[in-house]
Structure formats: C-alpha cells, structure tokens
C-alpha cells in the first residue's frame, strides 16, 4: 500500500523536466475535477474558472489510499482553493496540498500550464 | 542545552511533549522520548473504536512528523531497561546509553493478569494495546471462521475497561461473557442499583453477566475451553480477553532504589518529583496521595505540572484534590459518576431516581443542610452530566427543593438550571484539555474569537472525549448573545445566511444558478457545504436534475450513482412499492452478472448492485432504461422508497390496497429533492408490516380510510412518526402530504430530516397541523400548486444523461487515457465480490 502513495512528490514549476500535454481546455468540467494518467501516477486535475486558474494534485486520498480526489468538490477557505474529499469530507490546499483541518496527512501538487487552448502538467520524471 | 529524557510515549508522555513545545523556552532543552511499542502515542482511551475501522492512524495523537518539527527525538520499538542516577544516564535493551539532566518516568500501567492456573493457554488475551487487539482479532478471525454456531469469549473484569472490551468482543461476533470478582458491574464508579440498570440494560443488547464469580481455573489443554468457578459451576468459552484492572509499570524504579508504594507505583509529591528530585513521574505509574489514578484527565494535569517544573517557572502543583468524575457512553448505554458517587450517611442524603422501563437511574447526594451537591450517578441517561458536574465542582446552589435536580422543577416546565453564564469562571469546562468557563468566554469578550470553531483551535476545548461539546457550544452562544452579537445560523462562510433565507433569496430574484446566487449573496468561491446545499435548492425551485449544474452536485449525485468505499459506485433502480414482475427481476440479474457487480436486497425494497466502475454506469443503465427500469435516486438526498405491505390485494387481514397506494404516492414524488433522504412507507392493517412509523410520512389503513403519521425516521436516532390526521381518502392523504413535503422543504435547514425539523418546530406538531390542515398562513394552496409544477416536470435524470453526448463525458476514469482505476482490488466474499478491507 505505502508503495502506491510514495511514488506522489509535489513538483514546484521551476523544477520542472517534462511539461505532459493531458487534453485541450475543453475536455476539462469548469469548477470541478477530472483525473488524467500519467505513466503510473494517476493525477486529479481541477479548471477553477472562479479563480481564473488551475490546480493538479494527486488523486490518491491518502487518508484511505483510494483514486477518488478528482471526484471531490472543490472550493476556498478564506481565499485558499481547496478539494474536500469524496469518501469523508477531508479538505486540502490545492495550493500547497496541505490538509486544511492541520492534521498530517498532504497531498501532492503538480504545477498546470495552458498552451493554445492546451492543458499541460508538469513533472520531474 | 538542558537534555530532558520521557521514558513511555503513551497518551500522558505525549502530552508532556505537546505541553513542552508550547513553552517559550523550550528551545533551550533537547527531548528525548523512548516508547517501546512500534508507533508514536495513540489514543487509549478510544481503542474499541479500532474494532470497528481498524485505522491505527485514526487514533494516533501525532504523528512522527509532528516530533520532528519540534526538534523532538522519538525512539520508538525501544525499551529503557535501567536507570543510573549516579552517572545520569538511562540505558536500553540494546545497551545503548543516554544520558539526562531530568528524566521523566510516564511508563504508565500494564494490565494486570490475575495469577490463575491456566492462565498461559493459547486464546486468552489482554486489552491495552494496538497489537493486543489485533491478535485478539487474528484469533478471533481463525475460531469463528471455523464455527457454525455461536461461539463464546469471555472478559475477566466487569469495570469500565471490561465493559468496553465486552462490546468490543460482541461486535468481532461472539456471544460475549462478562465475568466480574464483584457483585456488580463497575464497581468503583456506580452503586448496587446503578449497576443493576447497567446490567439489565447490557443483557438487554445480548451480553451475558456473571457477578461475584472468582475463577479458579481455565479449563482446556493447551488452548482454552472453559472457565471453572467452582467445582459445578463453569462456563464454556474458546476465547478470553482479561481486563482486571492495571498495574503500574514500575520496574524501572527498583533498577536504582526510588521510593515506592507498599503496593507498588513510584512515590511523587506535589511537584511530580520522586525521592530523586531530577527524576519525575507522573500518569498511571506515579503514586500521588497514595493513589494511582487511572484516567487520563489526572495524567494530563500531571504532565503539565511536570513540564512547568522543568521548563516553566515551577509555581504549578498537583492539586490534592482530584476529581475522578467520569461520563462515558458503554455500548451505546450512558455512564456517569461524579465527585462521592457513596453516599455514606454521615455525610448526606440520597435521592435517588430509577425507572425500570427506561433502563434509567439517577442519584443525587446532597449534603446535610440542603445546600450542596456532593457527588451522584446517572445510568442511560447522561445529558444533565455537565451541569452537575460543575454544581458539585464549584459548590453552585442547588434548588431548595433539592429533587428537582432530577425530576425537573414543578409546575414550571422548565429546566431547574439558570443559565451556562451563571457557572464560576474558575470552572474547568473541558478536563481533558483543563479549559475553564473562564478561558473561553475570556476569548470572546476580549475579541480574539467570535465563533466556536476559533474557540475549539485556540483552547482545544472538546478535542478529547468530546462529552464537553454541548456545554462549550453553549457558553460561545451564550456569550457572544451577552455581548448583543447575533448568534446566527449561517451555511458556510460563503453564505451569511440560512437555507430557508437563501430558499427565498433564490425564489424571489428569479436566480439562474449557482454561480449567479454567490455572486449576488455570497464571497469567496464556494465549499462542498453551501455547493450541494443551493443545488437542492436549485432542484426543489425548479425540479432541475443533477444534469444542469453538474459542478455543484455532490459526487453521489454528480455520477447519479452512490459512491462506494473504493471508488466504485453502486446502482438502485426505482422498484415502486417494491412491486416487480419476474421479467425485470430477470433482467436484473443479467446485468448484474454481465458486469460482476454485487447484488444485495436493500432495507428500501429494493435491489442494489454494487461495484460498478464510473464508465460501465451509462452501458448499465441504458440496460435498464431498455427494460423499463428508471432511476431510484438511491444517491440523491431526494425521495427514496414507498415502502409497502402485501395489503388487502393478497393478505387476508388486509383493509386496503397499500402496494397500489404505495406505488402511486412513490410515482408521484419520484424525483424530488429535498433537504435530506425522504422515505415513506404504507400499510395495509394496524399490524404495520411496512414499518410506515418510521418513515418521513407514513399511511396505516384502518376503517373508513388512512391514518396519516408524519416525521419519523430509523437512523441513528430513530424517531416514531407521530399521528397527523384519521381517516382520510386517498385524495385528501396527497393533498395533505403536498402541502406537508413542500412546507419542510421550503423551511428545514440543510441536511436535517422531517424529524429533527419537527423537533425544532416552534409550536412543533399543533402548528404543523394548523399550517396543513387548517391553512393558517393561507398558503396552502400554493404550497399545492408548487409542489404539482415540480411533479410534472419530472424527467428520469439517467434517460436524460444516457441520451446527451455531452452529459456522458463525465463517465470516465481519465480524461487522456481509456485505461480504468488500476488501484481496484475485489475478493471474494461467499459466492460474490467485495472491495479490498482498507488498512
């Protein structure tokens, strides 16, 4: 199980090697999550047209170790864009994939770039 | 740099830790903390919990990251094995040597296994840690899964810890035995009649209770087959957990001559220092007035003096007086006793409350002169535990007539307690975290806070046991009222309003959407709180389906299909009245076999198939659409069931045809959404097969018509439907149920059911009857007329999405990829599938 989770690191967009094209802007649901594959990671992607911006994190919910984030409804606590997961309600910063109710469990978060109406996330791998 | 070593990582060294850090000059100390069992400190006093969801990390109080922010050392799987207090140093069973300039002993207690012969045998377990559990578990796991019949486990001790273990046997699936010296259950916190409420009550929930039995043998070869009382009087068990009550664990002081108790426990004073005043000890090992206190309340306090004496300014001390009141909930059953819970006569006078048919017991002790509450008792009922606790903690006066304590004050009807702000500020509110009255409304009224969650983050208030939330709740309302605040239910902190409000808001200005509704009444961006809250609202405005404002739905309702615990969803599809010709029972099947889902009857006559992945959901359902089937909202907080009886069509007591009723009301509301899960229920005679008393709304049929009941619910707190109206025809039933349903919609608040709603009802089920039946706001007719426009404007949501390209784009795992969750993992469960158990 701990395997699966290991293998999420947040990536910050200046360490990035491989920016990965997932779809164009359109595949995407505005305001809500969708789930892209990227060799064995499975990454949730978020068009948060409210905020003019984009989020990706892990899909994995490391609470239950279950691919169920990119289902979850996202939103903001003062200011901070969030997902509150499917399964039991735990919120984490898209941000910085913190979990808002302080206790330890994070995600990771991977930086989105928008090319000529493409969606691009970007990895070290 | 000071270097201070914690000897045990149980929940009172951890507190150390965590009372350690917030010193300012903690910096100028290096902790090291050695606990022998493998992970860092866990929540004791909720083990039983780990029975049900098996979540170590659930109970964990921090985790290894947590120590290693605070420049905290924790070496866990690592037992101290000697003291040298000439040389300062501590060593371990790798002979690895530490040196200390204070040590701290909070090696707590191990249970204590009474010396009986056979005692060694193979099935007997104790109850104290994560790994005790789960060998018991284990074991359990192999006897059971072996066996056809009732197996049976007995627990050695009837305490508190006893009883939760008891529970915690009975739900791994035996026929639990509770086997006790004494004769009576918790014998140090109740007395003889409490404890014969308590037992009445347990024996009710099939746990078996043996009083003044002392065990003089466990039977069996080398595995365990029986206890032995006496020479004829045993029982046959395969399994025993002990739980006789604790030992402290004071090996550690004898390696290098502490003083100690005759009985064991390290001898500390008021400063938690032991006959070595740089080594302290406090929780369940430190003897402190000749006495081992075995809760955590004390342990925290203890660690907290500690840590002022090492770190702090040194002026905190152990108070001598230490309160042992308790309130706990034992399977399911409320405990409480509080300051002398033994009233000898000397002392004072008892009044004492019992009532059999309510499993109740209540008892107060009231000093000689009237005027002072001592201590008492409360069995099944412990809502009024807090206010008593803090009359007898900080001498409060107590009515002249000192009964209506516990019956209530005459005449009056209302509570013989003034209100929370009457309560002393010095008065400790919350024992677990030591928060007084004082410190929370200190908060409030200087500004720092104006809402309950800040208080919980800045006091940790209500973080332990929690028993102290309603009062804590109420001192923050009461509070903030004090002041001229409003106190006012809001959704979220996006919508400063209620739902009834923003229901009226939304109606009125003709609101489109969502988006348009925050942009108007809100800020921010929305949370997963007022997003599902507005699109009920949206639904019961303008019957829209989940289809229309997908981004706001919750998951259940964004897939129209229930998730699971896996990610997998589930699918119910709408079976009226639970009345189903043999052709789609047979097409069922065929679908749920094609894709390997499992099937279970639901408790809504219902058929539910489980395991389908997001893509399959639209290739199922358009099976099923194909068949005749249409959507059963089983995901939606929306009408659910209709349930019925066989009723006169086929039953020879039957006065109605409640199928053919059930099915018309259910075809009627299919589709409704609504604050909360509606579920109704029709019965063809007053012998009541279709269980309608527990529904939202509920038809009994009796001679000359329906009686209707209305606002009941199973659930976790089951509520019987309460009696409406008599007698009526078919069509004065829907009229009044329109105007009923439509009523709560308009005006419950989100996620509270008709029972609840009722509850809260200022005027509660008179008013409701003058609203609906007699029209007293006049508005019935057009509750009627909103609640037929919602009616025809009902489209099955899974025709609609099956039939829309563009809808179906959300049925799918990845976006870029037409791979599936390879992360699924099924086994097999008898003759079917179930997920992988989660870890």
């Known amino acids: ?125 | 740099m000071k270097k201070i070593v914690v000897v045990g990582n149980g929940m009172v060294g951890y507190k150390f830790c965590e009372k350690f850090v917030s010193q300012t000059n903690s910096k100028s100390f290096k902790i090291t903390v050695f606990g022998e069992e493998p992970r860092p400190a866990y929540d004791r006093v909720h083990l039983s919990e780990y029975f049900e969801n098996q979540d170590a990390k659930a109970l964990e109080m921090a985790s290894r990251a947590w120590y290693e922010e605070h420049g905290i050392e924790l070496i866990t799987n690592e037992r101290i094995t000697h003291i040298h207090r000439s040389s300062k140093k501590v060593s371990t069973t790798k002979d690895l040597h530490y040196k200390y300039d204070y040590l701290v002993l909070a090696t707590g207690s191990s249970p204590f296994v009474p010396n009986i012969p056979g005692i060694e045998k193979k099935g007997v377990f104790v109850y104290r840690t994560i790994e005790d559990l789960e060998a018991t578990l284990a074991y359990a796991k192999k006897i059971i899964g072996k066996s056809k019949k009732a197996v049976k486990a007995a627990v050695l001790g009837g305490g508190l810890l006893g009883l939760e273990a008891a529970k915690a046997v009975m739900d791994m699936g035996f026929e639990p035995h509770v086997v006790e010296f004494a004769s009576k259950l918790m014998p140090r916190q109740l007395d003889t009649r409490a404890s014969k409420v308590l037992q009445e009550k347990i024996e009710s929930l099939g746990i078996h209770v043996h009083l003044s039995k002392a065990t003089n043998k466990i039977l069996g070869n080398d595995v365990i087959t029986g206890m032995e009382f006496g020479e004829y009087d045993k029982i046959d068990v395969e399994m025993l957990v002990v739980s006789a009550g604790i030992r402290p664990r004071d090996e550690l002081a004898k390696t290098c001559d502490l003083k100690m108790g005759v009985r064991g426990g390290i001898i500390v004073n008021n400063r938690m220092q032991t006959s070595d005043p740089e080594i302290y000890a406090i929780g369940e090992v430190a003897l402190y007035n000749n006495m081992i206190y075995g809760l955590v309340a004390p342990g925290y306090d203890m660690a907290g003096v500690a840590v002022d004496q090492i770190v702090g300014d040194s002026k905190e001390r152990m108070s001598s007086a230490i309160d042992m009141s308790t309130k706990l909930k034992l399977i399911g059953v409320d405990v409480a006793s509080y300051g002398e819970p033994f009233m000898p006569v000397e002392k004072g006078y008892s009044i004492i409350y019992e009532n059999k048919t309510k499993n109740l017991y209540k008892r107060i002790n009231i000093s000689h002169d009237g005027k002072k509450l001592l201590g008492g008792i409360l069995v099944g009922d412990a809502s009024d535990y807090n206010m008593f606790h803090q009359i007898y903690l900080n001498g409060l006066p107590i009515p002249e007539d000192a009964e209506e304590l516990i019956l209530g004050s005459r005449g009056e009807g209302g509570s013989s307690f003034g209100s929370v702000l009457d309560i002393p500020d010095a008065a400790q509110v919350c024992s677990c975290e030591s928060v007084t009255k004082g410190d929370i409304c200190c908060l409030i009224n200087e500004g720092d806070c104006d809402n309950l969650g800040d208080v919980i983050a800045k006091t940790k208030a209500t973080t332990g046991c929690g028993g102290c939330k309603p009062m804590v709740v109420d001192l923050v309302n009461e509070t903030l009222k004090s002041q001229g605040k409003e106190v006012k239910e809001t959704l979220c902190e996006h919508f400063s309003f209620n739902r009834q409000e923003l229901f009226d808001l939304i109606k009125i200005n003709k609101v489109k959407d969502y988006d348009e509704a925050l942009n108007l009444f809100g800020e921010g961006d929305g949370c997963e709180v007022c997003k599902p809250a507005l699109a009920s609202i949206f639904a019961t405005i303008t019957m829209e389906t989940p289809n229309k404002q997908v981004a706001i739905q919750d998951t259940n309702d964004r897939f129209l299909a229930n998730i699971q615990r896996n990610g997998t969803y589930s699918v119910v599809p709408r079976i009226a009245g639970g009345e189903i010709t043999p052709d789609k029972l047979i097409v069922i099947g065929q679908v749920a076999k094609k894709y390997d889902l499992y099937t279970k009857v639901t408790g809504g006559q219902r058929i539910d198939l489980f395991g389908a992945q997001l893509h399959e959901l639209p290739l199922i359902w358009k099976e099923l659409i194909d068949a005749g089937f249409e959507s059963g909202h089983a995901y939606g907080k929306s009408l659910r069931t209709v349930k019925s009886c066989v009723g006169s069509t086929w039953c020879r007591y039957g006065m109605h045809e409640s199928v053919t009723f059930a099915i018309e009301i259910e075809d009627r509301y299919k589709g409704l959404r609504s604050p909360h899960k509606l579920k109704g229920g029709v019965s063809g005679c007053i012998r009541e097969c279709a269980e309608a008393r527990g529904k939202d709304f509920g038809l009994i049929a009796v001679d000359g018509g329906w009686n209707l009941y209305v606002c009941g619910n199973g659930g976790a707190t089951p509520k019987h439907a309460v009696l409406f109206a008599e007698q009526l025809d078919d069509e004065t039933v829907v009229k009044y149920l329109d105007r009923f349903l439509m009523f709560y919609i308009r005006t419950a608040g989100p996620l509270v059911r008709t029972a609840p709603w009722l509850d809260k009802l200022e005027g509660g089920i008179e008013y409701l009857k003058q609203v609906v039946i007699e029209d007293s706001l006049g508005i019935a007719e057009e509750l009627e007329e909103e609640m037929k426009g919602l009616i025809n404007k009902y489209e099955c949501e899974w025709k609609q999405a099956i039939e829309n390209p563009e809808m179906m784009k959300r049925f799918k795992h990845f976006v870029n990829s037409d791979d599936t969750d390879d992360n699924l993992v099924f086994v097999p469960m008898r003759d079917q599938k179930m997920p992988k158990a989660w870890n």
């Open chain 1, 1 to 125: 199980m701990q395997n699966i989770i290991e293998q999420y690191k947040s990536v910050s967009e200046v360490n990035v090697t491989t920016w990965f094209e997932v779809g164009e802007v359109s595949d995407f649901p505005k305001n809500s999550g969708a789930c892209i594959k990227y060799k064995t990671k499975q990454i949730a992607v978020y068009n948060f047209a409210r905020k003019n911006s984009w989020y990706a994190c892990q899909n994995l919910c490391p609470h239950k170790m279950e691919m169920v984030l990119s289902l979850g409804m996202i939103g903001d606590k003062d200011g901070v864009a969030k997902v509150a997961c499917p399964m039991h309600k735990k919120n984490f910063s898209l941000k910085d994939g913190s979990n808002l109710a302080g206790d330890d469990l994070k995600i990771a978060v991977y930086p989105v770039k928008i090319k000529d109406g493409n969606v691009y996330i970007g990895f070290e791998d």
